[in-house]
């Protein structure tokens, strides 16, 4: 299993960034693929996720209306659209994948205890 994220980059407050994650080596279609950030020395935390078979989404209240999260299943890349960017979205953005069972429902596992396989990471810096 690959996950490889890329877009990160300063961006002033307000804007807007797009981040990608490319997926490989596993079945793309059976996966729930969630973004999540860690700010300087605070825990890990979920952002949104996207479960491919139940064809939903699910986002925190602090990103819910600012943060897009979408799939290209052709290209097995999920992308989390961010607007509006504020001070408090600064951190290290991980995307990460779990093996989906039957039913389940993407806002209940949508915290990084529940994923398996992460990526590296890229940053996201935003200015005041």
């Known amino acids: 299993v690959q996950l490889v994220e890329s877009g990160g980059g300063l961006v002033q407050a307000g804007g807007s960034l797009r981040l990608s994650c490319v997926a490989s080596?596993?079945?793309?279609?059976?996966?729930?693929i969630g973004w999540f950030r860690q700010a300087p020395g605070k825990l890990r935390e979920a952002a949104s996720c996207?479960?491919?078979?139940?064809?939903?989404?699910y986002s925190v209240d602090s990103v819910k209306g600012r943060f897009t999260i979408s799939s290209d299943n052709a290209k097995n890349t999920v992308y989390l659209q961010m607007s509006n960017l504020k001070a408090e979205d600064t951190g290290e953005y991980f995307c990460?994948?779990?093996?989906?069972?039957?039913?389940?429902?993407?806002?209940?596992?949508?915290?990084?205890?529940?994923?398996?396989?992460w990526g590296q990471g890229t940053q996201v810096t935003v200015s005041s």
């Open positions: 990460a994948a779990r093996l989906e069972a039957p039913t389940e429902r993407v806002a209940r596992y949508c915290n990084p205890y529940e994923y398996d396989h």
């Open positions: 080596g596993f079945s793309f279609d059976e996966y729930s």
């Open positions: 996207i479960s491919k078979s139940e064809g939903s989404t």
